[in-house]
């Protein structure tokens, strides 16, 4: 992945921008000097912090991608092609597993997975066409770490991380970077209502860990995308788990783009 050194002018789209991780990538990009837009579900708060960050903005639900297609083609027209996707929207829905209404597994699979993929497959043409841009991806260490109470969140965090490995390979080569960030617990309003709702070994589990700041968290993001990372973990933990968990891929790598290439070449 090359570095970035400058932001300027780059169009940024931020999904899940009104609030939490998202708004806080958004303000960070905005502080480079990057034309900003948010996307968000709920109104109110949008019109605020875009307000707030001098940032564009546009209502969608990223599980509606007749919604999201429409204010991602309104963003472009007004502010240009998307240079930077950032997907940070979604939600977490803690419960155990017979407890939990069966709907909320798909109510999470569709924000918290198949919301990016919306997303990515609306701007990646216009990227390909170019030869460039940039994805950025929100995971969690519950990718790597079986949490009781996450059976429904787990999995899309997991299907995040695969995502981001498969597409890889297919958008590399065409000048299309993809990163991926694990933030373990985060404070945002987002994670206020999810400890409403969290069982009690899931609270005795997470309950130790002690929250970081969105702000921190859309930094690392930002500067792993400058120095060229395509996997970002802020704390040990999880560090610990991604470099166990990637070291399978990066030794297939080499071996795969081989395959590949010559695959591409017999056509």
Avoid at 115 to 130: F, I, N, Q, T
Avoid at 146 to 174: D, F, H, N
Wanted: charged share 25%; glycine share 10%; with cysteine.
């Amino acid at each position: 992945m090359a570095r970035v050194r400058d932001w300027v002018g780059k169009h940024v789209i931020v999904t899940g921008g009104s609030e939490g991780i998202g708004a806080a990538v958004a303000e960070v990009f905005a502080r480079r000097g990057a034309q900003v837009s948010i996307i968000a579900r709920r109104k109110l708060p949008l019109r605020d912090t875009a307000k707030r960050l001098g940032a564009d903005r546009a209502a969608a639900d990223v599980t509606r991608p007749d919604q999201l297609d429409s204010a991602i083609t309104e963003l472009e027209q007004r502010n240009g092609p998307c240079d930077v996707i950032a997907c940070c929207a979604g939600l977490t829905l803690p419960g155990r597993f017979l407890e939990v209404d069966a709907g909320e597994f798909e109510v999470q699979m569709s924000a918290n997975y198949l919301g990016a993929v919306h997303a990515v497959r609306r701007v990646l043409p216009g990227m390909v066409r170019r030869g460039g841009g940039k994805i950025l991806l929100v995971s969690s260490t519950s990718a790597f770490l079986g949490i009781t109470g996450y059976t429904g969140y787990g999995p899309t965090k997991a299907s995040i991380r695969q995502l981001a490995l498969c597409l890889r390979y297919e958008v590399e080569p065409k000048g299309v970077d993809v990163t991926v960030i694990y933030p373990a617990d985060t404070d945002t309003p987002g994670l206020a209502m999810e400890n409403q709702r969290k069982p009690v070994e899931t609270k005795a589990i997470t309950g130790s860990i002690e929250p970081m700041s969105a702000r921190r968290v859309a930094e690392a993001a930002v500067r792993g995308m400058e120095r060229g990372h395509h996997h970002i973990a802020l704390d040990p933990l999880t560090r610990f788990f991604l470099a166990w968990a990637n070291l399978p891929e990066d030794l297939a790598r080499p071996f795969m783009r081989r395959t590949i290439a010559k695959a591409l070449r017999g056509n």
